[in-house]
């Protein structure tokens, strides 16, 4: 009597002689299921996870874009003539940004040089003194000056050289008709000459016109702010790290500047600033934060023109310094 413990091998395919089809095995599309459902409900604790671990080896500072802007007054007092730049242009070093102009100036110079070609087609006496019409010239001259002067469009300084103009010829005036000095003349013409090449405002260095309010036909006086003017090329950001960063917090060292709306490039460190116990009223820029190391960060690639602007937020990321990497 033989006894098998162990039966024998049938086809699963086969029974009792009979071929039977069955559909392709689904025990695995079944699984596949149940894995994406797992996932699913674990991502929440996965997310919090992930940004468990990027805080313990990415730390994050808060920091502004700092552009050095400068303020452009009027060199002179005038009405604006142009205006060529515009809010947001930019513009290159030695560009005209806007021109003045001073009526009682232009007068002036229109009656030297129409004076000077008088005198110069006229015969020349053999005796030349200083004419009336020149005297009327410098009294009337000087008459302008001072309304000019009481409505607040010409200064100290140009009202007393017409003063001293006038003074110095009347005592020499002749009696009788004469004929004004070329010279004195000329002297006169190329002093508001150089005078009206002034009435330009030029763009001292390449950057971007920030603040601008003025329209053509505006009055201005001397001194008076006109504009403001970024100078776009020297920007950097400034970050307030964490006191316990203080052994990363020197110069040459990479960081990570996260812009606001999600994008990143890198950085290094420029310069350190200053160490505070509290943050400078100046530096309000940096919210809530209230002490840390101010330091000065230059990014390593160009920065795109709409991140370009001054105070603008941004987080600064220090990666973590592992124990086999510190000094």
Not at 63 to 81: E, F, K, M, R
Not at 105 to 116: G, H, M, N, P, T
Not at 229 to 258: C, D, M, T, Y
């Amino acid at each position: 009597m033989n006894i098998r413990f162990t039966p024998p091998r049938q086809q699963p395919s086969v029974d009792h002689g009979l071929n039977v089809h069955y559909a392709p095995a689904k025990r695995q599309a079944y699984r596949l299921r149940w894995y994406l459902i797992l996932l699913l409900v674990a991502s929440p604790l996965l997310y919090f996870l992930w940004h468990t671990a990027q805080l313990f080896w990415q730390h994050e500072a808060p920091g502004y874009v700092d552009i050095p802007s400068y303020t452009l007054a009027s060199p002179q007092s005038g009405v604006v003539a142009s205006v060529t730049a515009r809010p947001g242009s930019l513009v290159r070093a030695g560009s005209v940004l806007l021109t003045l102009s001073n009526p009682a100036r232009e007068a002036q110079i229109r009656l030297l040089q129409s004076q000077i070609t008088a005198v110069k087609s006229a015969p020349q006496p053999a005796t030349p003194a200083v004419s009336p019409a020149y005297v009327r010239y410098l009294q009337d001259s000087l008459a302008n000056y001072q309304t000019l002067f009481r409505a607040g469009a010409a200064t100290r300084a140009e009202l007393d050289e017409a003063v001293a103009k006038l003074a110095a010829v009347q005592p020499a005036r002749p009696a009788g008709l004469g004929v004004p000095d070329t010279r004195v003349l000329q002297r006169d013409l190329d002093s508001l000459l150089a005078q009206q090449a002034g009435m330009q405002l030029r763009a001292p260095f390449d950057g971007l016109v920030s603040q601008f309010s003025l329209l053509p036909g505006m009055p201005v006086r001397e001194g008076e702010p006109l504009l403001q003017l970024q100078q776009s090329n020297q920007l950097q950001i400034i970050a307030l790290l964490p006191e316990r960063f203080a052994h990363q917090a020197l110069p040459g060292q990479a960081v990570e500047v996260r812009w606001p709306d999600g994008n990143r490039s890198p950085a290094l460190i420029r310069h350190n600033v200053q160490r505070s116990d509290a943050v400078p009223p100046t530096l309000s820029e940096f919210g809530e934060a209230q002490q840390g190391i101010v330091v000065g960060l230059q990014p390593s690639l160009p920065v795109p023109t709409h991140y370009r602007v001054r105070q603008l937020r941004v987080k600064i990321v220090l990666p973590h310094q592992w124990p086999w990497q510190s000094n």
